[in-house]
Protein backbone atom coordinates (compact mmCIF):
# COMPACT_ATOMS: atom_id res chain seq x y z
CA UNK A 1 0.00 0.00 0.00
CA UNK A 2 2.10 3.05 -1.13
CA UNK A 3 0.76 5.93 1.36
CA UNK A 4 1.26 9.89 0.84
CA UNK A 5 0.81 12.77 3.15
CA UNK A 6 -0.32 15.91 2.34
CA UNK A 7 -1.05 19.71 3.73
CA UNK A 8 -5.14 19.46 4.13
CA UNK A 9 -7.46 21.87 2.23
CA UNK A 10 -10.78 23.15 2.91
CA UNK A 11 -12.42 20.86 0.38
CA UNK A 12 -10.90 17.68 2.68
CA UNK A 13 -13.02 18.99 5.19
CA UNK A 14 -15.99 16.29 4.70
CA UNK A 15 -14.48 13.65 4.94
CA UNK A 16 -11.97 14.33 7.22
CA UNK A 17 -15.17 14.80 9.08
CA UNK A 18 -16.32 11.47 7.78
CA UNK A 19 -13.23 9.77 9.88
CA UNK A 20 -13.53 11.99 12.99
CA UNK A 21 -17.00 11.06 13.91
CA UNK A 22 -16.36 7.32 12.67
CA UNK A 23 -13.48 6.85 15.34
CA UNK A 24 -14.32 9.29 18.27
CA UNK A 25 -17.57 8.34 19.60
CA UNK A 26 -17.95 11.23 22.04
CA UNK A 27 -15.82 14.43 21.73
CA UNK A 28 -15.72 14.34 17.67
CA UNK A 29 -14.99 17.61 16.40
CA UNK A 30 -18.25 19.57 14.58
CA UNK A 31 -17.27 20.82 11.22
CA UNK A 32 -17.18 24.45 12.12
CA UNK A 33 -13.94 23.78 14.76
CA UNK A 34 -12.22 21.65 12.01
CA UNK A 35 -13.47 24.87 9.46
CA UNK A 36 -11.54 27.38 11.94
CA UNK A 37 -8.64 25.36 11.89
CA UNK A 38 -7.74 27.53 8.62
CA UNK A 39 -7.75 30.85 10.23
CA UNK A 40 -5.41 29.45 12.84
CA UNK A 41 -1.64 30.41 11.51
CA UNK A 42 -0.50 27.96 14.58
CA UNK A 43 -2.66 25.05 13.05
CA UNK A 44 -1.11 22.21 10.67
CA UNK A 45 -3.31 20.11 9.30
CA UNK A 46 -2.37 17.13 7.29
CA UNK A 47 -3.99 14.17 5.40
CA UNK A 48 -2.72 10.70 4.20
CA UNK A 49 -4.01 8.96 0.87
CA UNK A 50 -3.24 6.42 -0.52
CA UNK A 51 -4.59 5.46 -4.34
CA UNK A 52 -6.78 8.88 -4.38
CA UNK A 53 -8.80 8.28 -1.26
CA UNK A 54 -8.01 9.52 2.46
CA UNK A 55 -7.20 7.20 5.16
CA UNK A 56 -6.41 9.14 7.83
CA UNK A 57 -5.64 13.19 9.01
CA UNK A 58 -4.06 15.01 11.75
CA UNK A 59 -4.17 18.07 13.05
CA UNK A 60 -1.56 19.97 14.84
CA UNK A 61 -0.93 22.40 16.83
CA UNK A 62 3.15 24.35 16.55
CA UNK A 63 3.35 27.44 18.88
CA UNK A 64 7.10 28.31 19.40
CA UNK A 65 9.33 25.04 20.16
CA UNK A 66 6.22 22.78 21.61
CA UNK A 67 4.08 20.74 18.90
CA UNK A 68 0.67 19.22 20.21
CA UNK A 69 -1.21 16.83 18.38
CA UNK A 70 -5.09 17.84 18.61
CA UNK A 71 -6.49 14.98 16.64
CA UNK A 72 -5.21 12.71 14.20
CA UNK A 73 -7.06 9.35 13.40
CA UNK A 74 -7.12 6.77 10.53
CA UNK A 75 -9.92 5.07 8.72
CA UNK A 76 -11.59 2.28 10.67
CA UNK A 77 -11.45 -0.04 7.61
CA UNK A 78 -7.24 0.77 7.03
CA UNK A 79 -6.41 -0.02 11.13
CA UNK A 80 -4.18 -2.62 12.46
CA UNK A 81 -1.95 -2.82 9.55
CA UNK A 82 0.74 -0.03 10.59
CA UNK A 83 -0.97 2.97 9.05
CA UNK A 84 -1.04 4.58 12.25
CA UNK A 85 2.64 4.28 12.94
CA UNK A 86 3.63 4.97 9.41
CA UNK A 87 1.87 8.34 9.63
CA UNK A 88 2.82 9.05 12.68
CA UNK A 89 6.15 8.77 12.09
CA UNK A 90 6.20 11.28 9.19
CA UNK A 91 4.71 13.77 11.32
CA UNK A 92 7.36 13.52 13.32
CA UNK A 93 10.40 14.11 10.98
CA UNK A 94 8.13 17.07 9.30
CA UNK A 95 8.25 18.75 12.92
CA UNK A 96 11.84 17.96 13.47
CA UNK A 97 13.97 21.07 12.98
CA UNK A 98 10.87 23.23 14.37
CA UNK A 99 9.42 21.33 17.51
CA UNK A 100 11.12 20.38 20.62
CA UNK A 101 8.64 18.81 22.18
CA UNK A 102 5.39 17.10 20.72
CA UNK A 103 2.35 16.35 23.19
CA UNK A 104 -0.55 15.07 23.03
CA UNK A 105 -3.71 14.40 25.21
CA UNK A 106 -5.15 10.61 25.36
CA UNK A 107 -7.89 9.24 26.57
CA UNK A 108 -6.77 6.24 29.57
CA UNK A 109 -8.99 3.69 28.12
CA UNK A 110 -7.51 3.97 24.78
CA UNK A 111 -4.84 1.59 24.27
CA UNK A 112 -4.22 0.70 21.11
CA UNK A 113 -3.21 4.78 20.79
CA UNK A 114 -1.11 5.08 23.78
CA UNK A 115 0.65 1.41 23.08
CA UNK A 116 1.63 3.35 19.72
CA UNK A 117 2.42 6.53 21.14
CA UNK A 118 4.85 4.50 23.71
CA UNK A 119 6.42 2.57 21.02
CA UNK A 120 7.59 5.89 19.10
CA UNK A 121 9.20 6.93 22.77
CA UNK A 122 6.25 9.22 23.82
CA UNK A 123 5.80 9.08 28.07
CA UNK A 124 3.09 9.70 30.40
CA UNK A 125 4.17 13.25 31.67
CA UNK A 126 0.53 13.97 33.84
CA UNK A 127 -3.00 12.95 33.52
CA UNK A 128 -6.00 15.32 33.41
CA UNK A 129 -9.11 14.01 35.17
CA UNK A 130 -12.33 14.16 33.73
CA UNK A 131 -10.99 15.94 30.83
CA UNK A 132 -13.30 14.30 28.31
CA UNK A 133 -17.08 15.23 28.62
CA UNK A 134 -17.97 11.95 29.42
CA UNK A 135 -15.68 12.22 32.37
CA UNK A 136 -12.80 10.20 31.46
CA UNK A 137 -8.89 11.11 32.03
CA UNK A 138 -7.01 12.28 29.93
CA UNK A 139 -3.26 10.81 29.81
CA UNK A 140 -0.95 13.77 29.08
CA UNK A 141 1.94 11.73 26.69
CA UNK A 142 4.94 13.54 25.46
CA UNK A 143 8.04 13.44 23.16
CA UNK A 144 11.14 15.22 23.27
CA UNK A 145 12.24 15.10 19.68
CA UNK A 146 15.71 14.81 20.60
CA UNK A 147 15.08 11.61 22.50
CA UNK A 148 13.35 10.15 20.06
CA UNK A 149 13.49 6.59 19.06
CA UNK A 150 12.86 6.46 15.49
C1 LIG B 1 -4.92 4.90 17.26
C2 LIG B 1 -4.89 4.72 15.76
C3 LIG B 1 -4.52 6.05 15.10
C4 LIG B 1 -3.82 3.67 15.42
O1 LIG B 1 -3.74 3.54 14.01
P1 LIG B 1 -3.49 2.11 13.32
O2 LIG B 1 -3.23 2.34 11.89
O3 LIG B 1 -4.60 1.19 13.67
O4 LIG B 1 -2.19 1.64 14.10
P2 LIG B 1 -1.02 0.70 13.52
O5 LIG B 1 -1.62 -0.42 12.71
O6 LIG B 1 0.01 1.53 12.87
O7 LIG B 1 -0.46 0.08 14.84
C5 LIG B 1 0.49 0.78 15.57
C6 LIG B 1 0.54 0.25 16.96
O8 LIG B 1 -0.68 0.56 17.61
C7 LIG B 1 -1.01 -0.48 18.49
N1 LIG B 1 -2.23 -1.13 18.01
C8 LIG B 1 -2.84 -0.98 16.81
N2 LIG B 1 -3.95 -1.71 16.73
C9 LIG B 1 -4.04 -2.35 17.91
C10 LIG B 1 -4.97 -3.26 18.48
N3 LIG B 1 -6.06 -3.66 17.81
N4 LIG B 1 -4.75 -3.70 19.74
C11 LIG B 1 -3.67 -3.29 20.43
N5 LIG B 1 -2.75 -2.41 19.94
C12 LIG B 1 -2.93 -1.98 18.72
C13 LIG B 1 0.17 -1.41 18.48
O9 LIG B 1 1.15 -0.95 19.36
C14 LIG B 1 0.66 -1.24 17.08
O10 LIG B 1 1.99 -1.62 16.94
P3 LIG B 1 2.35 -3.15 16.59
O11 LIG B 1 1.62 -3.45 15.34
O12 LIG B 1 3.84 -3.09 16.45
O13 LIG B 1 1.87 -3.94 17.77
C15 LIG B 1 -6.25 4.21 15.20
O14 LIG B 1 -6.63 3.06 15.91
C16 LIG B 1 -7.38 5.22 15.30
O15 LIG B 1 -7.59 6.04 14.40
N6 LIG B 1 -8.14 5.16 16.39
C17 LIG B 1 -9.30 6.04 16.62
C18 LIG B 1 -8.88 7.47 16.83
C19 LIG B 1 -7.88 7.61 17.94
O16 LIG B 1 -7.98 6.97 18.97
N7 LIG B 1 -6.91 8.51 17.72
C20 LIG B 1 -5.90 8.81 18.71
C21 LIG B 1 -6.45 9.79 19.66
S1 LIG B 1 -5.27 10.38 20.81
Redesign the pocket.
Known amino acids: MELHVREMREEDLPVVYEINVN??TTDAWSMDSLRREFKLPYSRKYVLETEGSMV?YAILWLIKEEAF?M????H?G???????????SELLEKLRGEARVVQ????KS????I??YR?LGFKIVRERPKFYSDGETALVMELELSKELV
Do not use: E, H, M
Not at 110 to 113: D, E, R
Open positions: SFGITFAIPYRGRGVGRWFLLDVRNLQAKLS
